[in-house]
């Protein structure tokens, strides 16, 4: 029996993994048939760096490179009600409608599709300054920060009221 520690197990998640499927499409001599390909992916979430997570997403694109002719790739992007706001893509996607994001191009992009969703339209400083600090800190620290600070404000208030009485 064999032993691994629980960061070793952990370690084992961040390994990228990928599926290759290989199978034959046989097409009649001279004819024309479409092709849809699509999948569902799993995308990873990071709250480091901002107080609400940003989800990302990885698409592989570049196996169509190897087929004999490629061309009209549509891509169409239905975001979460969680996160509905496109903050990031490898290609330059068209807002459709709320959490709608599409586009059609006319061959492969060179790169593989990437792309984060964040839930509201753009992150602001308040928004990295607060996830930095729940990073570091931690919640129990802006709470003792919040604590101390209305404990301050009450100290000030009383002897402001001591001096008006005197």
Known sequence: MGYCSFPELLEQA?????????YDV????????EIS???MTTGTMDKTKTVKPLYSFNYILNPAKNWAAFNNLNIKIITPKQAPYLLRSSIEL???????????????????????????EQITVLDKVIGKFQNNYGYITLIIIVAI???????????GRKSLSS
């Open 14 to 22: 961040h390994y990228q993994r990928i599926l290759t499927l290989v």
């Open 94 to 120: 068209v807002k459709e409608a709320d959490r709608m994001y599409t586009i059609t191009l006319a061959e492969l992009p060179e790169d593989d599709l990437t792309f984060t969703l964040y839930e509201d």
């Open 149 to 159: 600070g209305l404990i301050i404000l009450k100290i000030r208030q009383d002897d």
């Open 26 to 33: 046989k097409f009649p001599p001279n004819s024309e048939k």
């Open 37 to 39: 390909v699509s999948y």
